[in-house]
């Protein structure tokens, strides 16, 4: 299904950080809405989707002269105090549309010129390495944020099909890591994985937060819920991993691999 795409012009990029992101001054979208679909998805929740008459990846609106709207307030922000960017919160910065529009290159030259105090970028798309030439002139300032919910390319596709392969994500954190680029896997929310993951994320990024639905979906996992997430466990056979238990589990294992000190959980793991 091919999304329906439409430019709009943003009357403001940044938005305060509340919720599971007031570790951040501020979230930036460069675009609303995100043709991943991905099932498990709490932007589907959100007043940016269920105010839509489309569902949930069927379309995309590209924010004309976003590099420009987000200048001037990222000046503006940055005399007020320190300035802290998570993007994305409710879209992926680099889904595919990114490679024709390149809004979020821009937003990034932007950041390049006028340095925030950190910024996340949180993706699951290997297109980020597209712009590892900015992300070095940020520094210690950046980190990029690879999610990364299973090794299991049968489980990724039943539960996100639309969302890029897992080996492509691996690699993409190996270049980054070549790079020089601060990276982490963000296995959120976790899948169902096998008990070599940890083997397998540890060769790609020395950086690793586990969060679940319960923990990060910002309503203790209500809205998870409500999208009826448990079914597509149920039709697997794998009803246990829809629990609270399976974080731990998984914590478990990876606490074999990582250092305590490189190894994150829920909200702590995207702090900046």
Known sequence: MKPVYL????????NKGTGFLSGYSHSLNPYSGCSYGCSYCYVRQMPVA?????QWGAWVDIKSDAAAVFRKELARA?????VTIFMSSSTDPYQPIEHKEGVTRSLLEVMCADQPD???VQTRSPLVTRDIDLLKRLGANV???MTVETDLEPIRKHFS???PPIPARLNALRLLAEAGVPAQAA?????PSSEGFAETLRAAVDRVCVDDYFMGDGSGGRRTRSLGIEALYREIGLEEWYDTSASRLLYERFSRVYDEDRLFVSKQG???
């Open 161 to 163: 099909p639309g969302a």
């Open 143 to 145: 980190r990029v944020s």
């Open 118 to 120: 950190f910024l996340l």
């Open 187 to 191: 296995v959120a929310p976790l899948l």
């Open 270 to 272: 995207f702090e900046p």
């Open 50 to 54: 269920t105010f839509r008459k489309e």
């Open 7 to 14: 430019y709009k012009t943003p009357k403001t990029m940044l």
């Open 78 to 82: 940055k005399t007020k105090g320190p």
